[in-house]
C-alpha cells in the first residue's frame, strides 16, 4: 500500500465515471460523450438530466414522461415551507435555508422504507428533490421580503418556473433558455468537493437525502461555490467606482488583489462554458439593452489577455465570471447566486449516486497518523 500523502487526495483516482470528461488544456467539456456546446445550444436542461441519470438521452417519449414525472413533483408541503418562514423571519443565509429545507423533504417522502440500492426509487426520490429545490428557493426569497409564496406552475420548464416563482412574471424567451443553459453548464464537472461530498455520504447506503444535503453544505464553502457572487459584487465595486475597468483592475493589482472568476483549479485556458455565457449575456444585453455588464467583462477580458497584463501564466475568464452578470441581468438576487448553482449540480450530484451505487464500494480513505505514541496517563488531580 503506497505511504505517499495527496493532502486533498489531489489527483488520486477513486472511481470511475462515464459522467463528464475535463481537458483542461484544450478547453473541453463533455457530459456522456457529448461536447458542452452543443448540450447547451441543442437541449433542455431536463434532456441534461435524463443523460446523467440515464446515460444517454431521451427519445421524446421518454422526455415527456421524464417532464412530466419532473414537473408533477414541484409543489412542496407545510413541513417544508413552514421551515422557510422560521428562515426567512430571522434572515437566514440563503445556502443554509436550502440545506436546511432540502433535509426536512423526507419527512414527505412516501418511500421512506425503499432499500438503498434500489436504482429505480432512487431515481423517483431524486426526481422528488431536484424538482423541489426551484420551489424552496422562490419561496425563501419571497417570504424574506414579506410576499406570499407562488405556486409552481406544470406547464413551465424546469428554468422557466423558477424564474417565475421568483419574480411573479413569466420570464421572456431569452431569459428562460439563458437560465436554462446557465443550468445545463453547472449540472456536472467532475469528482469536485461537492460531488465527492455526495459519493462519500451515498456510500454508506444512506439515501439521496442525506447525501444532496451534504452536497449543499459542501458547495457552500467559499473555496467551492462562491466565485459567481464574489464576481458580481466586484463588478458592483467596480460600477459604484469613479474608475474605468482598466483602471479598476490595475488599482486591484496594485492592492495585491486579483479579480475574482479567472483561473480555474482544472482549465489552464478560458472556461468552455464561460464562452456559452459571454454570449448568453450579450442576448440578454440586446434585449434589455442596457451594456454595462458587458462592457465591463469584456473590457476586462480583453486585458487581461494580452500577455504583458496577465497576472498570472495561463490564466482564463472561468463560469463564474460571466455567470455573476447574467444572473444579475436575470433578476436574481446576489445572494442567491450559489443556491442556483446548487439548483443545477443538485442534477449532477444525483447522477454520480446513481452510477456509483450500482456497483458500491464504503469509501474510507486513510489518514497518516503523526502524534504521539507512548505519552503516560496522570490521574486528573494530579495535572
Known amino acids: 500500500m503506497s505511504e505517499e500523502l495527496k493532502k486533498g487526495l489531489r489527483g488520486v483516482l477513486v472511481a470511475e465515471s462515464s459522467m ?3 481537458d483542461g488544456d484544450a478547453g473541453r467539456l463533455i457530459y456522456n460523450g457529448y461536447d458542452i ?5 441543442g437541449a433542455s436542461y431536463e434532456e441534461v438530466l435524463y443523460l446523467l441519470w440515464e446515460g444517454e438521452l431521451p427519445t421524446r417519449d421518454e422526455l415527456d414522461a421524464f417532464t412530466d414525472s419532473m414537473s408533477a413533483e414541484r409543489a412542496i408541503d407545510d413541513v417544508t ?3 422557510l418562514r422560521d428562515l426567512a423571519a430571522v434572515d437566514e443565509d440563503p445556502m443554509a435555508a436550502l440545506r436546511t429545507a432540502v433535509s426536512t423533504l423526507s419527512a414527505s417522502e412516501p418511500e421512506t422504507d425503499a432499500d438503498p440500492e434500489d436504482l429505480d426509487a432512487a431515481r423517483r426520490k ?3 428533490i431536484v424538482a423541489k429545490i426551484p420551489t424552496i428557493l422562490a419561496n425563501y426569497d419571497r417570504f424574506r421580503r414579506g410576499e406570499d ?4 406552475r406544470e406547464d413551465l420548464s424546469h428554468a422557466g418556473n423558477f424564474l417565475y416563482m421568483l419574480t411573479g412574471e413569466e420570464p421572456s424567451d431569452v431569459a428562460e433558455e439563458t437560465f436554462d443553459m446557465a443550468l445545463i453548464l453547472h449540472a456536472d464537472h467532475g469528482f469536485n468537493a461537492s460531488t465527492f461530498t455526495t459519493l462519500v455520504i ?3 447506503l444512506a439515501d439521496v437525502y442525506p447525501a444532496v444535503t451534504g452536497g449543499i453544505g459542501a458547495l457552500s464553502g467559499p473555496l467551492h461555490g462562491g466565485a459567481n457572487q464574489d464576481v458580481i ?6 460600477d459604484d467606482s469613479d474608475m474605468d475597468p482598466i483602471e479598476w483592475v490595475k488599482h486591484k493589482s496594485e492592492q495585491g488583489e486579483r479579480v475574482p472568476g479567472w483561473g480555474h483549479g482544472v482549465y489552464n485556458t478560458k472556461d468552455p462554458r464561460a464562452k456559452i455565457l459571454q454570449s448568453k449575456l450579450e442576448d440578454l444585453t440586446e434585449e434589455d439593452g442596457e451594456t454595462k455588464w458587458l462592457d465591463y467583462t469584456t473590457t476586462i477580458e480583453e486585458y487581461l489577455t494580452d500577455e504583458k497584463n496577465l497576472p498570472e501564466k495561463g490564466i482564463a475568464p472561468n463560469v463564474d465570471f460571466y455567470s455573476g452578470s447574467v444572473y444579475y441581468k436575470l433578476g436574481i438576487p446576489v445572494d442567491m447566486y450559489t443556491p442556483i448553482f446548487a439548483m443545477a449540480r443538485a442534477g449532477g450530484w444525483v447522477g454520480h449516486i446513481l452510477e456509483y451505487i450500482e456497483d458500491n464500494r464504503l469509501i474510507r480513505p486513510r489518514g497518516r497518523y503523526v ?3 507512548d505519552l503516560d496517563l496522570t490521574p486528573i488531580d494530579e495535572r
Not at 37 to 41: G, K, P, Q, R
Not at 149 to 152: D, K
Not at 233 to 238: G, P, R
Request: charged fraction near 35%; avoid cysteine.
Open 20 to 22: 463528464s470528461y475535463i
Open 37 to 41: 456546446e452543443d448540450l447547451a445550444e
Open 202 to 204: 451515498s456510500s454508506t
Open 233 to 238: 459584487e466586484a463588478l458592483l465595486e467596480l
Open 371 to 373: 502524534g504521539p505514541k
Open 81 to 83: 415551507l413552514d421551515a
Open 126 to 128: 431524486s426526481r422528488r
Open 149 to 152: 409564496a407562488i405556486e409552481p
